[in-house]
């Protein structure tokens, strides 16, 4: 009887109870439960999951930190848990391990809820970096004794880059133009220009446009500081209508590395002509006088301008003229830290389609200079080639540290080449051969780092800004093996 009363008064004592919620702080040593012998614990959990939430802290700045949820076996030994333990071990540059420990508040009378569905928490913490990778760790206290293995859950969570949908509230990638809208629109004018409009950011002041379907068609430069809408007209050379249009941003912050924006470019749509023909000739007799005149006014103006033109084209010889001479043959070296896809392909890119030279890149004959020898091959391609450009680095970006990871570990066994070729090609690097061999090439401004000082004797080109200068220069081919060499060579 009386036993049959008290499991009457536990169930209502139970279901008046409140539900138990969690407590959480902060608990990186053993818990005291682990000291004592437990005869019964708890048994281990049946779900673990993370994900990345942005938090609001102040307007426009968000926290991101992980969103752990775990859910309780519905078993009887849920009578015994008191707490669960999560820990995060960290592994970006440094190794990082904390530990979290949420309290129940009350006991667990039942073993699901009243509803039916298993228990279930989430904690929310654990500030979370981008291209991270976390080991996370969950067990139930009390924790099995000393000597026996304890029940635990352990899930890996890979934190996402600037692209994800909630890592790019992050503010590093802000900063890179994640929150950026451009709304890109572009238009084919006619043959020979796309008509590009796009909203620009405060981030920045420097824009590169850039129209390609295969090939590159043709790019333009916006300079502007502030968020307003910019147009500008790119000059191509090739069916535009369907091609992509590519708009790189230069903020900051990010430098040659920030995140691109595309677009397609349509045909711009056609002035509407309205009005009947009759009524057009009606307008045009009543007009005739005034349009006249302006059709004087714009004649002169035309002969105006073209004798200016003429003049200044004289003065000036500029970037097509160029692109007519047949092309010049490149050898590029660049240090193996440089970001391969975004900085050397991209400036391949700009050498082949805009600067007409032919490329030859380490990367692409890996199997002659397996072949070769590192050694022989450049010594050969030395005596091949009109020029060799240094692309010097740029500081390291973990922006794309991603996608430069996922192309270093395919070619792991690929040596870096260009301190090699500086010590190669060291005894060339003097102020009367340099010019006409040698050229270093930047995409933002860097010391010349100590070791390569003899590369400062060589012209240097910071890009996009000496886009021009740098192609003109590319064509003035001069053969230095008839110039006699330096002895003096500085470290080498
Ligand atoms: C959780 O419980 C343990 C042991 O009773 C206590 O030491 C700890 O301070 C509690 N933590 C929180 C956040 O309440
Ligand atoms: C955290 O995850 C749990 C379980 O998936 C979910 O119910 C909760 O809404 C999430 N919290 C936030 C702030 O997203
Ligand atoms: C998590 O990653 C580590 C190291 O990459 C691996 O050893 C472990 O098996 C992974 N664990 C899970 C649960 O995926
Ligand atoms: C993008 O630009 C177009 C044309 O200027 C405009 O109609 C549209 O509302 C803009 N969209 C956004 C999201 O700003
Ligand atoms: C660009 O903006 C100009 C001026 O606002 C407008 O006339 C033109 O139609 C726009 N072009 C495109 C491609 O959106
Ligand atoms: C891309 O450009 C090339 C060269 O101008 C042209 O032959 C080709 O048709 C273009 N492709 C598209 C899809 O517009």
């Known amino acids: 009887m009386s036993i049959v009363l008290l499991s009457l008064a536990a169930l209502c004592w139970g279901v008046a109870s409140p539900e138990p919620t969690i407590q959480c702080g902060s608990e990186n040593g053993p818990s005291p439960e682990w000291k004592v012998q437990h005869t019964l614990t708890p048994g281990d959990l049946r779900d673990l999951r993370v994900e990345p939430v942005k938090i609001h802290v102040v307007p426009d700045e968000y926290s991101l930190l992980m969103n752990i949820s775990w859910m309780l076996r519905a078993d009887a030994s849920i009578r015994l848990l008191k707490a669960t333990k999560i820990c995060v071990t960290s592994k970006s540059s440094f190794q990082s391990y904390t530990c ?81 809208d451009p709304n890109i629109t572009a238009c084919k004018k006619n043959e020979k220009s796309v008509e590009v409009n796009f909203t620009t950011s405060p981030l920045g002041d420097r824009y590169m446009a850039l129209v390609q379907n295969n090939t590159v068609l043709g790019f333009s430069t916006v300079w502007e500081s502030k968020l307003t809408r910019t147009s500008v007209v790119v000059p191509v050379s090739g069916e535009s209508e369907g091609a992509v249009i590519q708009l790189t941003p230069y903020f900051r912050t990010c430098g040659h590395d920030c995140i691109r924006r595309k677009g397609t470019v349509v045909l711009c749509p056609k002035p509407d002509s309205h009005s009947p023909l009759d009524n ?12 006249l005149l302006a059709l004087l006014v714009a004649m002169w103006v035309l002969v105006v301008g073209i004798c200016l033109l003429r003049r200044h084209e004289r003065v000036k010889t500029s970037f097509p003229a160029a692109t007519l001479l047949p092309p010049t043959k490149v050898l590029l070296v660049y240090p193996s830290e440089i970001c391969f896809q975004h900085t050397v392909c991209y400036f391949t890119e700009f050498l082949q389609n805009q600067c007409r030279s032919e490329v030859i890149l380490e990367k692409w004959q890996k199997k002659k200079i397996a072949e070769m020898g590192p050694v022989q091959w450049l010594t050969t391609q030395k005596k091949a080639v009109d020029k060799v450009i240094f692309l010097l680095s740029n500081d390291v970006n973990t922006m794309c540290d991603a996608c430069c990871k996922s192309e270093s570990t395919s070619s792991e066994n690929s040596q870096d080449l260009f301190p090699l070729a500086f010590n190669l090609f060291c005894s060339d690097l003097t102020s009367s051969t340099c010019p006409h061999k040698y050229m270093v090439v930047y995409f933002r401004e860097t010391e010349t780092k100590e070791d390569y000082n003899a590369l400062n004797v060589c012209p240097k080109y910071c890009l996009m800004k000496d886009a021009t200068v740098f192609c003109k220069e590319l064509h003035i081919k001069q053969h230095v093996s008839a110039r006699k060499k330096s002895q003096a060579c500085h470290n080498c």
């Not at 991270?132 to 890996?156: C, K, Q, R, W």
């Not at 057009?280 to 349009?291: A, I």
């Open 280 to 291: 057009n000739r009606k307008v045009l007799g009543s007009w005739l006088p005034v349009l």
């Open 100 to 180: 979290m420990r949420c309290n129940y508040t009350e006991a667990f009378h039942w073993q699901t809820r009243p509803s039916g569905a298993k228990w279930t928490f989430s904690y929310i913490g654990f500030p979370v970096e981008l291209n991270t990778v976390y080991f996370i760790g969950a067990h139930n206290i009390p924790t099995a004794n000393m000597n026996e293995d304890g029940p635990s859950l352990s899930v890996n969570f890979t934190s996402p880059g600037c692209l994800d949908h909630i890592m790019k509230y992050k503010k590093k990638c802000i900063e890179a133009g994640s929150l950026w």
